[in-house]
T-cell receptor, first 114, second 114 residues
């Protein structure tokens, strides 16, 4: 257990539905990242927050994807009008404000779009 | 970020030493080398990081030659629980751009047999 939690761990939805995932980072970590991982591939960066500010979102896969971190603590990732191609593991990671690189990953949310 | 190349898979037996080599010919002066481990259905976990020569921690050793164009992760006396995917990453992780997203390749799948 890294101290980063994600909810839910698994989500099955039908195509066209909206889904929202939550990430709770380590409490003193001010930087939070979202990644997507498909089968057989390494994680792919999606977006990044420093406190409540979303500083990088150009890698979000489409305008159906959005993320928030309203109070600089937990974060949510929403996918609207899900497609079968959105099926993947969605990972959250956090890092402290220090210069040390180690990112702490949560267990991920596995999304299956039917 | 510099591109990395590592073997797709490796097999070993319990008790053996495993060495996984990663090539990063375009590594920049400020780049560090970091290795992550990922078990199925879990997020990646930081193993070790280095800049040059040798780094050792309680889990692994990292060997980096003088030209830094490659690196070798060494796992001493592996056990079945070391079966995982190992990712080599290269980047200027200490640069305070606020965009320290990690760029993962496909990793090396290590299978440890009894």
């Amino acid at each position: 257990d890294t101290g980063v939690s994600q909810d839910p761990r698994h989500k099955i939805t039908k195509r066209g539905q909206n889904v929202t995932f939550r990430c709770d980072p380590i409490s003193e970590h001010n930087r939070l990242y979202w990644y997507r991982q498909t089968l057989g591939q390494g994680p792919e960066f999606l977006t990044y927050f420093q406190n409540e500010a979303q500083l990088e979102k150009s890698r979000l896969l489409s305008d159906r994807f959005s993320a928030e971190r309203p109070k600089g603590s937990f974060s949510t990732l929403e996918i609207q009008r899900t497609e079968q191609g959105d099926s993947a593991m969605y990972l959250c990671a956090s890092i402290s404000g220090s210069s040390y690189n180690e990112q702490f990953f949560g267990p991920g949310t596995r999304l299956t779009v039917l | 970020l510099a591109k990395t190349t590592q073997p797709i898979s490796m097999d070993s037996y319990e008790g053996q030493e495993v060495n996984i080599t990663c090539s990063h010919n375009n590594i920049a002066t400020n780049d560090y080398i970091t290795w992550y481990q990922q078990f199925p259905s879990q997020g990646p976990r930081f193993i070790i990081q280095g800049y040059k020569t040798k780094v050792t921690n309680e889990v692994a050793s990292l060997f980096i030659p003088a030209d830094r164009k490659s690196s070798t992760l060494s796992l001493p006396r592996v056990s079945l629980s070391d079966t995982a995917v190992y990712y080599c990453l290269v980047g200027d992780f200490f640069m305070d751009t606020g965009r320290r997203a990690l760029t993962f390749g496909s990793g090396t799948r290590l299978q440890v047999q009894p």
